[in-house]
């Protein structure tokens, strides 16, 4: 199985400030998808964004953005202008475009925001 | 919010006791998972399922069993709950699999 790492256990941002969550990931496969999830305390596993590895361009959400870096199989999630409502557990996500269902989840990155 | 409910939401039960869990969509997505989640190993896949009566095994299937009757209920069952499978348990729906997965709220389970 791929693996999904997530080297920052937990994260500090001030309000109205700029964060990035790193993400680095396993593969040989050339074809596959990657997502970060948020999880708020209220335990409910939310799509924040998905990038297809076939895109060159870095996928975008509104404030949320990605670093997509194939070769180096680097896929950061950058959060501008930080919101209270971002406080949550962050996790970084693969799935295979052509073997398997599953998604492969990184052990998740603690988020937390400062007014 | 993707119309995935689970049932029940809390559950407490001794070691050697059957256990279901009930996932329902209202989306008429063909895939569904169950998931489990445990502090230090993000989300592990327990079992999929492809299509009514179409099910496999994911990650960490041992002691678990599923069924999917009808194509908005997939139920994973523990047929004797053990103290390693306390934890957190949520279902997924995908239209396909090239789509992302959206979640249920998850299940607290508590095997004592």
């Known amino acids: 199985a791929q693996t999904v790492t997530q080297s920052q256990p937990e994260m500090s941002v001030q309000e109205a400030e700029t964060v990035t969550l790193s993400c680095t990931y396993d593969?040989?496969?050339?074809?596959?998808?990657l997502f970060w999830y948020k999880q708020p305390p209220s335990r409910q596993m939310i799509l924040v964004i998905r990038?297809?590895?076939?895109?060159?361009q870095n996928a975008t959400e509104n404030r949320f953005s990605v670093n997509f870096q194939k070769a180096a199989k680097s896929f950061s999630l950058k959060i501008s202008d930080s919101q209270l409502g971002d406080a949550a557990m962050y996790f970084c996500?693969?799935?295979?475009?052509?073997?398997?269902?599953?998604?492969?989840f990184g052990k998740g990155t603690s988020l937390l925001v400062t007014p | 919010d993707a119309g995935i409910t689970q049932s029940p939401r809390h559950k407490v039960t001794e070691t050697g006791t059957p256990v279901t869990l009930r996932c329902h969509q209202t989306?008429?997505?063909?895939?569904m998972y169950w998931y489990r989640q445990d502090p230090g190993h993000g989300l592990r896949l327990i079992h999929y399922?492809?299509?009514?009566?179409?099910?496999d095994k994911g990650e960490v299937s041992d002691g678990y069993s599923v069924s999917r009757s009808k194509t908005e209920d997939f139920l994973l069952t523990l047929e004797s709950a053990t103290s390693s499978q306390t934890s957190v348990y949520f279902c997924?729906?995908?239209?396909?699999?090239?789509?992302?997965?959206?979640f249920g709220p998850g299940t607290r389970l508590t095997v004592t």
């Open positions: 399922s492809y299509g009514v009566k179409d099910t």
């Open positions: 593969t040989s496969e050339s074809d596959y998808y």
């Open positions: 997924a729906i995908s239209f396909s699999v090239s789509y992302e997965q959206y």
């Open positions: 989306e008429n997505h063909r895939y």
């Open positions: 996500a693969y799935r295979s475009a052509n073997s398997g269902y599953a998604l492969n």
């Open positions: 990038q297809e590895a076939y895109k060159q």
